[in-house]
């Protein structure tokens, strides 16, 4: 089984018919994959957003004369990312797989703003904030997943499933 895939635990192995359990726990492995793709995708874009985008929303946003708020977004996005990506698989393979895959990430993202059309600074400071991002995730995942799992539980209808 691939590590970032959840785990078919629930399913009967017996050929009878999934019980509701089983297709609540498919329902939130679902969830939980797309949100983590969704959220995959929108670092690759706003990472390599050509600099005029990002240019004329720093000149419109107020908020954007909060200082280093760069490395803020920087670390935050990693921070999410590596919960989401955790989320996705109760597999002892899950935390080295996030691990490599958000280093990855903040690699590609990085060496994707050295591509001409985007115009973009590619910086060694933002790689480093991605990575401290990473490792903040890993250290709130455990405490952010009864908030989340209450949250999830919420948008998608189920019971809330208990502490782990």
Not at 7 to 26: F, V
Not at 52 to 60: D, I, K
Not at 116 to 127: H, K, L, M, Q, T
Not at 144 to 154: G, I, M, Q, T, V
């Amino acid at each position: 089984m691939h590590p970032l895939t959840t785990d078919d635990a629930a399913t009967p192995r017996d050929g009878t018919a999934p019980t509701h359990e089983t297709a609540i726990a498919r329902r939130v492995a679902r969830f939980r994959i797309i949100l983590a793709v969704f959220w995959t995708a929108a670092i690759l874009v706003l990472c390599w957003a050509p600099r005029e985008f990002v240019q004329e929303a720093e000149e419109n946003a107020p908020w954007f004369t909060f200082p280093n708020l760069d490395k803020v977004v920087h670390w935050g996005i990693f921070v999410a990312f590596t919960v989401l990506w955790l989320r996705t698989s109760s597999s002892r393979w899950r935390y080295p797989v996030v691990v490599l895959a958000g280093v990855g990430m903040a690699i590609l993202t990085e060496l994707g703003q050295l591509v001409p059309s985007i115009e973009r600074d590619a910086s060694v400071a933002d790689g480093i904030t991605d990575l401290i991002g990473l490792t903040l995730g890993l250290i709130l995942a455990r405490w952010l997943e009864p908030l989340l799992a209450r949250l999830e539980s919420r948008i998608l209808g189920t019971a809330a499933p208990p502490p782990s």
